[in-house]
């Protein structure tokens, strides 16, 4: 048991997580408690039962000029009675934890810091910020293309929501780091789909999303960026978009005006990196003659 424990690379630090990821999230935070309580039950509950099972191998081995079965106990009424209801109430904490955390994730402030508009297509994202106002009076957008990553920056420490919605075919938005996913429906209202959710940042940092459903050729780069930054760089930089620069270009402004803001204000992503368009198919090299003349049969 020490030798698999320490050839596993396990550390202490992530012992209260038992492999669940730190998250940065409040909600992902909330799920983590929750998996952290249930892991530790099933591993108080496996203990006992591992405790019994090798008690009664010792206890009741076969001995010389024993029987060769211990006598057997029926019809113990308090034992049933014991033995059905732990379980029960097993079950119940476990349907009633889940079901409170599962409420407070998906409980939703009516009142929000920040909503950002989050609109899939093939294959990249477009994201907006509600009530902000570039120079020609409509919502600062970034759009991730071919070349450039879409990058959000949101305020640390702040409840985000998210409006999702599809101008194709169903996508997913997946950010690990929230330890939350979503898909992503056109016509979220015809399709009868909830398309919103709120995340509470709680600490910077860049971490990367994806879209979690496959939606075609190029479904596995249509990635994007999301940034917690301290408030009066959020500020800054909704400031810098409202004077109509463009997502590079304003961070590089903010970065300018903030350096210890440093990775957090760097003008292209960090975490990943733009859609290759490029499938040209390589020029097969040439095969070897041996293996020509194992292939005509010689």
Not at 77 to 82: H, K, Y
Not at 117 to 137: L, P, S, V
Not at 185 to 192: K, L, R, S, T, V
Not at 278 to 291: G, I, L, S
């Amino acid at each position: 048991m020490v030798a698999a424990l320490a050839l596993s690379g396990c550390s202490l630090a992530d012992l209260p997580r038992y492999g669940w990821p730190e998250s940065a999230s409040v909600q992902g935070e909330k799920m983590q408690f929750l998996w952290s309580g249930m892991f530790t039950a099933a591993l108080v509950v496996g203990v006992i039962v591992w405790g019994l099972m090798f008690w009664c191998f010792i206890a009741y081995r076969k001995r010389r000029n024993s029987p060769l079965y211990p006598k057997q106990t029926r019809e113990n009424l308090p034992v049933e009675l014991v033995y059905t209801a732990i379980p029960f109430v097993l079950v119940a904490a476990i349907f009633y934890t889940g079901a409170t955390v599962q409420n407070d994730v998906l409980k939703m402030d009516p009142n929000p810091d920040v909503v950002v508009d989050a609109t899939a297509f093939k294959w990249n994202w477009d994201f907006g910020i509600e009530g902000t106002k570039d120079q020609n009076g409509n919502e600062i957008h970034t759009i991730g293309t071919s070349d450039e990553v879409p990058v959000v920056i949101l305020p640390n420490g702040k409840v985000i929501e998210w409006v999702l919605d599809s101008k194709d075919v169903v996508h997913a938005l997946w950010v690990p780091a929230f330890d939350f996913k979503r898909d992503v429906f056109p016509f979220p209202e015809a399709n009868n789909s909830d398309n919103r959710f709120q995340t509470t940042l709680k600490r910077e940092g860049a971490w990367v999303g994806h879209c979690a459903e496959l939606c075609g050729t190029y479904h596995a780069a249509m990635n994007f960026e999301v940034r917690s930054v301290p408030e009066d760089v959020y500020q800054a930089y909704i400031a810098a978009r409202e004077s109509g620069l463009t997502t590079a270009a304003a961070l590089t402004k903010v970065g300018d005006e903030f350096p210890d803001c440093g990775t957090l204000c760097s003008p292209t992503s960090t975490t990943t990196y733009p859609l290759e368009t490029n499938r040209t198919a390589k020029a097969p090299a040439p095969v070897p003659e041996n293996v020509v003349g194992l292939t005509n049969g010689k």
